[in-house]
């Protein structure tokens, strides 16, 4: 009996002179996060409008910038003008990015086709401003071959904007 007490006694002397190890951690915490935007409301102000442009023709270049302003140079142009304008509303504060085509092809109210170049005259990406409204506009480069018909040449290009 002597022989189990201390046997008893060093076995517990033992456990308490040893430190205890930590057991590895399963467990992780993560956050749950989300972002609530209202959904983005984009409206076209105005067309992109090259106005009316005198001939003859031989490949020149008609430019009418974001700011609305056109470049005529060595045509007679008249008439009205301007950039393609857009406003977009959403929630304040946020970013956006702008899908604009690099050109669109004018169809002639006769025949033929006319490209205009839009890839130049593209708007930054815009933030929506703390009332949640941001605009821009877009301009583009009329080219004009020899020997285009006579008449209206028009066509759509489609802007897009999503939230960044």
Do not use: E, W
């Not at 990015?97 to 006769?110: A, C």
């Amino acid at each position: 009996m002597n022989k189990l007490l201390i046997s008893a006694g060093a076995l517990a002397a033992l456990a308490l002179g040893t430190p205890a190890v930590a057991a590895p951690s399963n467990q992780a915490s993560a956050n749950a996060t989300v972002n609530i935007v209202s959904p983005l409301t984009l409206t076209k102000s105005t067309d992109l409008n090259f106005g009316t442009i005198v001939g003859p023709f031989a490949g020149q270049i008609v430019h009418v910038d974001t700011t609305g302003a056109r470049n005529c140079a060595g045509l007679t142009c008249s008439g009205t003008v301007s950039a393609a304008s857009f406003t977009l509303t959403g929630t304040a504060s946020q970013a956006v990015v702008l899908t604009i085509p690099n050109s669109v092809t004018l169809n002639g109210s006769v025949s033929g086709t006319l490209s205009v170049d839009l890839s130049g005259d593209k708007p930054a990406n815009p933030t929506l401003d703390s009332s949640g409204n941001a605009g821009f506009s877009v301009g583009g480069k009329l080219t004009i071959p020899a020997g285009t018909v006579d008449g209206v040449y028009s066509n759509t290009f489609t802007v897009t904007a999503n939230y960044q």
